[in-house]
């Protein structure tokens, strides 16, 4: 994996026209930024935007003056992106207007011994606000310091700090009252 020297190279010199240092840039950023966006927008929406982050950096890294680093600017994109899908769905209307069954019939799914504790963090992540999922995925998953995930999500280092926090405490009581269902349901 390359290092965020090396990234932010091969941004600077596709900004100035070098289609091998352009491919490089996205070969060694695609799967970060997928991650980012299968926790912000679900793995369904995850691949499309992950290719429209990577037009909108291309269409823009000649204006990319290094100020930080590539993949925070990256990341960057990637959260907006993220956010603009969200209002489009939002302004679209809906089919229907009922209950969606499929999604009510997995949150009642009790959690069992023996299901991956992955998949239940995954699932609690889903359900934490888009602020504090951001903070928790960009620091937690990531792995940007507070500082980076601030200039990624244009806030101070504090709040991203308290939502991380915020974040923590929340996905431990999801993953406590998941337990505690399991252990009932036996």
Same mark, same amino acid.
């Given at each position: 994996m390359a290092d965020d020297t090396q990234i932010t190279e091969w941004a600077l010199a596709a900004g100035r026209g070098d289609q091998v240092a352009a491919a490089a840039f996205i070969r060694s950023t695609q799967r970060e930024v997928w991650r980012f966006l299968v926790h912000l927008a679900g793995r369904d929406e995850a691949e499309d935007l992950t290719q429209e982050t990577f =037009? &909108?950096?291309l269409r823009s890294v000649h204006r990319f003056a290094g100020r930080s680093h590539a993949r925070t600017w990256l990341l960057s994109i990637?959260?907006?992106v993220a956010v603009d899908q969200v209002r489009s769905a939002m302004a679209r209307p809906r089919i229907s207007g009922g209950v969606d069954w499929q999604d009510s019939a997995e949150?009642?799914?009790?959690?069992t011994p023996g299901v991956d504790e992955a998949v239940a963090l995954?699932?609690? =992540? &889903?359900?934490?606000?888009e602020d504090q999922r951001a903070a928790f995925v960009l620091t937690q998953v990531i792995g940007l310091g507070y500082a980076e995930a601030a200039e990624v999500c244009?806030?101070?280092v504090g709040t991203i700090r308290s939502r991380v926090a915020r974040?923590?405490?929340?996905l431990v009581q999801a993953l406590g009252e998941g337990t505690r269902r399991s252990a009932a349901s036996e």
């Open positions: =037009v &909108r950096a990637a959260r907006r949150r009642a799914t009790p959690l995954q699932l609690a =992540v &889903r359900e934490l606000g244009g806030c101070p974040a923590r405490q929340e």
